[in-house]
């Protein structure tokens, strides 16, 4: 998985893979960081409720992967849609190949 673009944030990291189907696909990681499931499950809950709303409707067909950061266990919701937000304007115009859209 070290293909592709990468663009990062202060709440989640997104890695651009080439298309591997005719529409757009997110997939989203949340890692332990030691804490319970029931505050990863909910992480992941709100992390794919704002793809759905704010990057899918905007992205061409290609892969994403959507990683959730340690900070992000801590973030309000609102913090986690501004940031989606704004990453999937990125991601949207980021070079095809290269090394990432924004800083590294």
Do not use: C, W
């Not at 409720?49 to 801590?74: I, N």
């Amino acid at each position: 998985m070290r293909s592709g673009v990468r663009v990062r944030a202060k709440l989640v990291d997104l890695r651009r893979l080439e298309p591997s189907a005719a529409q757009a696909r997110v997939a989203v990681v949340v890692g332990k960081f030691s804490f319970s499931a029931v505050q990863r499950n909910k992480l992941k809950r709100r992390l794919r409720e704002l793809v759905r709303l704010h990057m899918l409707p905007v992205l061409a067909p290609m892969d994403v992967l959507v990683r959730a950061r340690r900070e992000a266990y801590s973030a309000t919701f609102e913090m986690l849609r501004s940031e989606i937000a704004d990453l999937a304007g990125r991601l949207a115009v980021a070079p095809a190949t290269g090394r990432g859209a924004g800083p590294q």
